[in-house]
């Protein structure tokens, strides 16, 4: 006599209500942690004369901002051995952008560098839709970089704060805030 003895498979539906339980439960746990430890952002806002380097210019802006800011240690250089700021024609011939007229500088706005007072760096854009005109005074370490998106911009005779402004210059500042850099708190 034979007996059949049917066994019927383990049913996996708990398991799975167990497991997505315990997912669900992590996922509650997590968005709380981050909903507590999360700051606010207080974004300063400039003044009108002034344009945040990061969030207000374009990216061919941004560049030929980055691009003086580090040329500005070479002028500097150059300056004490010449005891006079570079031309842009001397800086050009030296490679240094954004004065060096290649397909990087093109694509920026064709920028037409020129030496005011033999104390500021003007590039008046030929192509004011990608990049407006910039203007870089030299004092001191750190450089003054104002911007123009006006076409058929002519060349600044007073280059002091309010002739600038008034002028449509704009001030070009780089804010360091907690958009930046990460703040570690210990």
Same mark, same amino acid.
Request: proline share 4%; charged share 15%.
């Given at each position: 006599?034979?007996?059949?003895?049917?066994?019927?498979?383990?049913?996996?539906?708990?398991?799975?209500?167990?497991?997505?339980?315990?997912?669900?439960?992590?996922?509650?746990?997590?968005?709380?942690?981050?909903?507590?430890?999360?700051?606010?952002?207080?974004?300063?806002?400039?003044?009108?004369?002034?344009?945040?380097?990061?969030?207000?210019?374009?990216?061919?802006?941004?560049?030929?901002?980055?691009?003086? *800011? !580090?040329?500005? @240690? #070479?002028?500097?250089?150059?300056?004490?051995?010449?005891?006079? =700021?570079? %031309? +842009?024609?001397? $800086?050009?011939?030296?490679?240094?952008?954004?004065?060096?007229?290649?397909?990087?500088?093109?694509?920026?706005?064709?920028?037409?560098?020129?030496?005011?007072?033999?104390?500021?760096?003007?590039?008046?854009?030929?192509?004011?839709?990608?990049?407006?005109?910039?203007?870089? *005074? !030299?004092?001191? @370490? #750190?450089?003054?970089?104002?911007?123009?998106?006006?076409?058929? =911009?002519? %060349? +600044?005779?007073? $280059?002091?704060?309010?002739?600038?402004?008034?002028?449509?210059?704009?001030?070009?500042?780089?804010?360091?805030?907690?958009?930046?850099?990460?703040?570690?708190?210990?």
């Amino acid at each position: 006599m034979s007996t059949t003895q049917v066994v019927r498979p383990a049913g996996a539906g708990h398991e799975t209500l167990y497991v997505l339980l315990l997912c669900l439960i992590i996922l509650a746990v997590a968005g709380t942690v981050v909903a507590l430890q999360g700051e606010t952002q207080e974004v300063a806002a400039v003044p009108s004369h002034q344009l945040d380097a990061r969030r207000d210019l374009s990216a061919a802006e941004q560049g030929i901002y980055a691009d003086l *800011r !580090v040329t500005l @240690d #070479e002028i500097h250089v150059l300056q004490q051995e010449q005891s006079a =700021l570079p %031309t +842009p024609e001397q $800086l050009a011939a030296e490679g240094f952008a954004p004065f060096a007229h290649d397909a990087s500088s093109v694509s920026r706005g064709d920028h037409r560098w020129q030496l005011l007072a033999n104390s500021a760096y003007l590039g008046l854009s030929q192509a004011p839709t990608t990049s407006g005109s910039l203007l870089m *005074r !030299v004092q001191g @370490d #750190e450089p003054d970089i104002w911007l123009n998106r006006s076409k058929d =911009l002519a %060349t +600044p005779a007073d $280059l002091t704060d309010q002739a600038l402004i008034a002028a449509g210059w704009q001030q070009v500042i780089a804010q360091f805030d907690a958009g930046v850099t990460r703040q570690h708190r210990h």
